[in-house]
């Protein structure tokens, strides 16, 4: 496993959990964004159609919410706490053609991300991460 906190030093900010589950999402969105096509172009797919198409299982709100739901489980409390508002924050739209509950979920998973990535705690972000990846890599598109 790479030293994520060289690679990715992240911004740390003293109280993330105060920030609206909305901005956390915002963050979470372009980290994970970056991490998934970091993933992609590592796994030798080197034109970028075949990035995008590749990146879209990861990214799709359908994939997202699935894997938040499948790692629950591993979830501290806090962890718990921070992606269960980003689940309920009143998003002012919510794209074409993706179901409302699974957008919200993916917003879910962002928040968490986006928290953790403010937080500095890069190495629990890897592992979570780590496991997204394996999730999505052995189901494909969940």
């Known amino acids: ?3 994520w ?4 030093p992240g911004e740390k900010i003293d109280r993330p959990h105060l920030l609206s589950p909305l901005v956390l999402a915002y963050i979470g969105d372009a980290v994970y964004e970056l991490l998934v096509r970091g993933r992609v172009v590592a796994k030798g797919f080197a034109r970028t159609g075949e990035i995008h198409s590749e990146s879209v299982k990861y990214v799709r709100a359908d994939a997202q919410a699935g894997v938040l739901k499948a790692i629950e489980g591993m979830l501290t409390g806090e962890e718990a706490e921070i992606a269960r508002r980003g689940r309920n924050a009143r998003s002012p739209h919510t794209p074409r053609g993706t179901r409302v509950a699974a957008y919200r979920h993916s917003t879910g ?10 937080k500095g705690n890069l190495d629990r972000l890897a592992e979570i991460m780590e496991k997204i990846f394996e999730l999505v890599e052995q189901d494909g598109a969940l």
Do not use: A, T
């Open 109 to 118: 998973l962002e928040c968490l991300v986006g928290y953790l990535y403010l």
């Open 5 to 8: 906190n060289r690679l990715f």
């Open 1 to 3: 496993m790479p030293d």
